[in-house]
């Protein structure tokens, strides 16, 4: 097995520190305006934890390439992405060229669906919208970014024989 590690880029660490302080303040309001038996201010102590906790689970801590395929591994467990890879390319652009459809937005990571010109749908799970790997599989398109992109490609190309 090939692991690879992920290097969390500017933007995921600047999106994730302000969102854990607007949530830290959220708690905070909260905690100030708790009176027994009040909803409101109960929700406000509770909510913010799940959501940062519920994205913590999601983010992207590694990536594997094994016998079985290509995986992406988050704390809540490890995803394959593909069996099988057709092609494989660094897009330095293709992090300020997607567009959301659905999934997160850069708490701890960009994951989920993305539109992304020219490949179309494509699933996420970068860290570094500056050094993104877009590849093509048997799931369809799939975007990851590696610390090492190029140590990565050319890891993806040994193990699914992608032409150079």
Avoid at 48 to 68: G, K, M, N, S
Avoid at 81 to 104: K, L, P, Q, W, Y
Avoid at 120 to 134: A, E, K, N, P
Wanted: proline content about 4%; overall charge positive.
């Amino acid at each position: 097995m090939k692991t690879f590690d992920v290097h969390y880029g500017g933007l995921v660490k600047g999106i994730t520190a302000v969102t854990v302080v607007l949530l830290l303040g959220v708690v905070v309001t909260g905690v100030l305006r708790y009176r027994d038996g009040a909803l409101e201010p109960l929700l406000m102590i509770v909510l913010p934890p799940v959501v940062l906790l519920a994205a913590a689970l999601f983010t992207v801590r590694r990536y594997e390439i094994d016998d079985d395929g290509l995986h992406v591994v988050r704390p809540i467990g490890r995803l394959r992405i593909a069996r099988a890879v057709t092609s494989v390319a660094v897009d330095d652009a293709a992090g300020r060229r997607a567009v959301r459809t659905f999934g997160n937005g850069g708490l701890f990571s960009f994951n989920g669906w993305y539109w992304l010109p020219p490949y179309g749908h494509c699933r996420f799970w970068v860290t570094d919208t500056r050094h993104v790997v877009v590849l093509r599989g048997d799931r369809g398109c799939a975007a990851v970014s590696p610390a090492q992109c190029g140590a990565f490609v050319a890891a993806v190309k040994r193990r699914f024989g992608v032409a150079a």
